[in-house]
T-cell receptor, first 113, second 117 residues
Framework: QKEVEQDPGPLSVPEGAIVSLNCTYS??????FMWYRQYSRKGPELLMY????GNKEDGRFTAQVDKSSKYISLFIRDSQPSDSATYLC?????????????FGSGTRLQVQP | KAGVTQTPRYLIKTRGQQVTLSCSPI?????VSWYQQTPGQGLQFLFE???????NKGNFPGRFSGRQFSNSRSEMNVSTLELGDSALYLC????????????????FGPGTRLTVL
C-alpha cells in the first residue's frame, strides 16, 4: 500500500465550479503538506503549503488538513479553464535533516469552458 | 529572482551509456533535491544535498549518484543506463535557514526529459 493515496481522475468540471481534490496518507511522521500544480511537460509549481491542521486560504485556493484522519484536501473556487492541469499532493516529515517529499500519484483536472 | 534551472532540457541516450544532469537552484537556496517522474511510479525522491553533503537518499540503485558544489549547484549522474531510466528528472531547491535543517518548501525546475533507447 502506498504511503500517499490520491485519486488519479480524470476529473472534469464546468467553468465556475468548485473543485475538491483529496489525498489520504498513512505515515504519522508527515507533518508538512503541499499542493503542486503541474502542466503537461512542465515542472510542478507550488500552490499551497501548510504545517498545521485546519484551513489555509490563498485567493481561489483553500488547503485543508485533518491530521487526526490523515486526510488533506485542496479546494478551487470559481474554476477556470487555465486550472486544467495535474494536481499533486506532497508531504514530508518534520524531523531534522529530512526534506524528502512523498507525492501522491496526481489528479488530472479538466475545466470545461 | 530567477527560478530553478536545469540543463539540458532533453536528452536521448542508449542503454549502457551514462548521463550527467545539471541543476542550478534559486539564488540563496542551499538545498537541492532530485526526483524521478514516470507515468507508472509518479514522482519519486532520489536524493537531497545540502552543504555539498548528501543528507537523504531514496530507494534507488547505486547507479544513481549526485553531488553538490560550493555554489549550491548540483549534478546527478546515472551510469549504465537502462530502458526503465527513461523519465523526467526534476530538481527542487529549498531555502534553509542557518543551522536549521527542518522540512522546508521546495521549488521545482522544469526538468530534464531523458529517453533511453
Amino acid at each position: 500500500q502506498k504511503e500517499v493515496e490520491q485519486d488519479p481522475g480524470p476529473l472534469s468540471v464546468p467553468e465556475g465550479a468548485i473543485v475538491s481534490l483529496n489525498c489520504t496518507y498513512s505515515n504519522s511522521a508527515f507533518q508538512y503538506f503541499m499542493w503542486y500544480r503541474q502542466y503537461s511537460r512542465k515542472g510542478p509549481e507550488l500552490l499551497m503549503y501548510t504545517y498545521s491542521s485546519g484551513n489555509k486560504e490563498d485567493g481561489r485556493f483553500t488547503a485543508q488538513v485533518d491530521k487526526s484522519s490523515k486526510y488533506i484536501s485542496l479546494f478551487i473556487r470559481d474554476s477556470q479553464p487555465s486550472d486544467s492541469a495535474t494536481y499533486l499532493c506532497a508531504m514530508g516529515p518534520w524531523d531534522t535533516g529530512r526534506r524528502a517529499l512523498t507525492f501522491g500519484s496526481g489528479t488530472r483536472l479538466q475545466v470545461q469552458p | 529572482k530567477a527560478g530553478v534551472t536545469q540543463t539540458p532540457r532533453y536528452l536521448i541516450k542508449t542503454r549502457g551509456q551514462q548521463v550527467t544532469l545539471s541543476c542550478s537552484p534559486i539564488s540563496g537556496h542551499r538545498s537541492v533535491s532530485w526526483y524521478q517522474q514516470t507515468p507508472g511510479q509518479g514522482l519519486q525522491f532520489l536524493f537531497e544535498y545540502f552543504s555539498e553533503t548528501q543528507r537523504n537518499k531514496g530507494n534507488f540503485p547505486g547507479r544513481f549518484s549526485g553531488r553538490q558544489f560550493s555554489n549550491s549547484r548540483s549534478e546527478m549522474n546515472v551510469s549504465t543506463l537502462e530502458l526503465g531510466d527513461s523519465a523526467l528528472y526534476l530538481c527542487a531547491s529549498s531555502l534553509v535557514l542557518a543551522g536549521v535543517l527542518r522540512g522546508d518548501t521546495q521549488y521545482f525546475g522544469p526538468g530534464t526529459r531523458l529517453t533511453v533507447l
